[in-house]
């Protein structure tokens, strides 16, 4: 996802953060009910109520990519340490979409430019 412009984002409980501008990855699983196409279809609606911690974001920014995995398997803490691994890449919003583990966060930065390239290709070697 891509925010245009730096702003703080007040998330649920969390509290207020400074996310810049820049591009993002949301990592995060759809085991609940209605399954992966459901969870989508909710993060792609301009209307809805404001319940998960990626739903304040969203108002802020908009989605440029979407990768998914099919797998049963939780594997989205996986994802969050291999992407803060990359060059640059930090967390802006402590726990966000992590409060159910020991992540630091399942948002992380990757910066401005050819940041979003990067992480397509670390989400590409990741397990499947």
């Known amino acids: 996802m891509e925010?245009?412009?730096?702003?703080v984002i007040t998330v649920g409980r969390l509290g207020a953060s400074r996310?810049?501008?820049?591009?993002?990855?949301?990592v995060g699983s759809a085991?609940?009910?209605?399954?992966?196409?459901?969870?989508?279809?909710?993060?792609r609606r301009q209307e809805k109520k404001l319940r998960w911690h990626i739903d304040y974001v969203l108002v802020h920014a908009h989605i440029v990519d979407i990768k998914v995995?099919?797998?049963r398997q939780?594997?989205?803490?996986?994802?969050?340490r291999k992407?803060?691994?990359?060059?640059?890449?930090?967390?802006?919003?402590?726990?966000?979409g992590s409060s159910d583990c020991r992540?630091?966060?399942?948002?992380?930065?990757l910066g401005r430019g050819r940041a979003a390239c990067w992480g397509k290709q670390?989400?590409?070697?990741l397990p499947q």
């Open 19 to 26: 996310f810049a501008a820049g591009y993002y990855v949301y």
């Open 122 to 125: 670390v989400l590409a070697g």
């Open 31 to 43: 085991l609940g009910s209605g399954g992966l196409a459901a969870r989508l279809a909710r993060h």
């Open 69 to 71: 995995n099919t797998s």
């Open 83 to 96: 992407l803060l691994k990359m060059p640059g890449a930090r967390v802006v919003a402590p726990h966000l």
């Open 3 to 7: 925010i245009k412009q730096e702003v």
């Open 103 to 109: 992540c630091p966060s399942h948002l992380i930065y």
């Open 74 to 80: 939780k594997l989205e803490c996986v994802w969050a």
